[in-house]
């Protein structure tokens, strides 16, 4: 049944950012449904979770589905769920080309269409995708080709959707991030990684989070690209 709480979907929920929007979400006041391939079981009766592939087309459609039968509405999809495989262009395999696509674009071009589909009847709603910053500003410290093309794509996606949507009460938006303390990258290898950004440190979840609380929070902003990523974007 629908009520007046607000209904956030979360792809990539298990751990690391996806755990920290689900927290900050349920903290906030929304119902949450939350997917990913390993998720587990909630107790929560404000907390949904679906396990399946992102990048399959039915676990789209199930995912906002399952938001719609259980809480009424979707107001707020974030796009998390992403792998990224690094390394020379000419060393990646056709699996390494074929999993980016499918998680990072696939993924998103599926959940984000039901989503949309939904938001169009309420005549509201956000969409948010994560993304890097490695996909506009290269960095010869960390090859990365096909993060390029596929989080690339879903900056390019972003202001276009963006527009042909804000007549209809829907905005887009989304988050470009540096590197991340998350289970992602080994902590032996985070002194290092830390010194690639011009603040010296490394991102934490919680810096995501409140990026995107923030433009949760900012009705007047759609179509941007914001940028958390320890000072990657203006250089250094």
Request: aromatic share 6%; hydrophobic share 40%.
């Amino acid at each position: 049944m629908s009520d007046t709480s607000k209904v956030a979907v979360v792809t990539g929920a298990s751990q690391g950012i996806g755990a920290g929007l689900v927290a900050a979400f349920l903290g906030q006041g929304y119902k949450v449904v939350a997917t990913s391939r390993s998720i587990a079981p909630s107790d929560d009766p404000n907390c949904v979770t679906l396990r399946g592939d992102i990048g399959d087309p039915e676990t789209g459609r199930r995912v906002i589905e399952e938001a719609l039968s259980r809480f009424g509405r979707v107001d707020t999809l974030v796009n998390n769920a992403g792998v990224f495989i690094g390394g020379p262009f000419t060393g990646y395999g056709p699996d390494d080309y074929q999993r980016m696509l499918r998680t990072n674009l696939d993924g998103f071009f599926h959940v984000t269409q039901h989503a949309v589909t939904a938001m169009e009847r309420q005549g509201a709603g956000h969409v948010v995708q994560i993304t890097t910053t490695l996909a506009e500003k290269a960095d010869r410290r960390f090859p990365s080709v096909l993060a390029a093309i596929t989080k690339g794509g879903l900056i390019a996606a972003t202001p276009s959707l963006a527009i042909e949507y804000a007549g209809r009460g829907i905005r887009v938006n989304a988050v470009s991030a540096g590197v991340i303390r998350t289970p992602m990258h080994a902590e032996e290898t985070h002194a290092d990684l830390a010194k690639t950004h011009p603040l010296q440190r490394l991102g934490d979840v919680e810096d995501i989070v409140r990026a995107i609380l923030y433009l949760e929070a900012s009705p007047f902003v759609t179509g941007d690209i914001l940028h958390v990523d320890g000072g990657w974007s203006a250089g250094g």
